[in-house]
């Protein structure tokens, strides 16, 4: 699996730099992987899918933000796990919306844990998976529309629609969070 991601990296350090990641967050790739979409196959492939965006924008990826980079990663399996569940999901008999409710995030927690949190991060990391994902790379580390479309496979105008919808659900979040302090 990992072999056929490294040809699509040309230099020696983005192919290291790539094999370390592998190393590091397999596990984690592989658990949101089968958490979303109950079967091995589907999650080797879903996998796979991940390590080969991440192949095409290793750039992005800085090694020290571990933080960044696990967030990062996490979005990037989800991404290509919705996208198999979407091709699978005539054979499958759950619903989208029930995986989504169901599926435990595994980073929310944790980040919810970390005192350095604003109340916009606590309200963004309340949006629905689908908004949270695109506002923390768009906001929070600052990738394009167009980079963050090629990233998670979605048009522009999908990405611009889903934005749009976010910030109302965000400024109700906000809105309540005022209220209840």
């Not at 991601?5 to 192919?15: A, I, N």
């Not at 390590?51 to 991404?79: D, G």
């Not at 091709?87 to 169901?102: A, G, L, P």
């Not at 929310?108 to 506002?135: H, K, M, N, W």
């Amino acid at each position: 699996m990992l072999m056929i991601c490294l040809g699509l990296v040309d230099t020696p350090e983005e192919k290291n730099k790539l094999e370390r990641l592998y190393e590091q967050y397999r596990g984690l790739m592989f658990h949101v992987a089968r958490e979303i979409l109950k079967d091995e196959g589907l999650a080797e492939d879903a996998v796979q899918e991940a390590l080969i965006k991440l192949a095409k924008n290793l750039k992005k990826i800085n090694e020290k933000e571990c933080h960044k980079t696990k967030h990062f990663i996490v979005i990037i399996v989800e991404s290509a796990s919705k996208d198999i569940y979407r091709k699978e999901k005539k054979n499958m008999t759950v619903s989208w919306e029930e995986i989504e409710e169901n599926y435990h995030f595994p980073l929310r927690e944790r980040v919810e844990e970390l005192s350095e949190l604003t109340g916009v991060d606590r309200a963004i990391l309340s949006l629905p998976a689908t908004y949270r994902q695109i506002f923390r790379m768009k906001y929070k580390w600052g990738y394009s529309n167009k980079e963050i479309g090629e990233i998670l496979g979605i048009r522009q105008s999908a990405l611009r629609q889903r934005i749009a919808r976010g910030k109302i659900i965000l400024k109700d979040i906000l809105d309540e969070m005022e209220v209840q302090t």
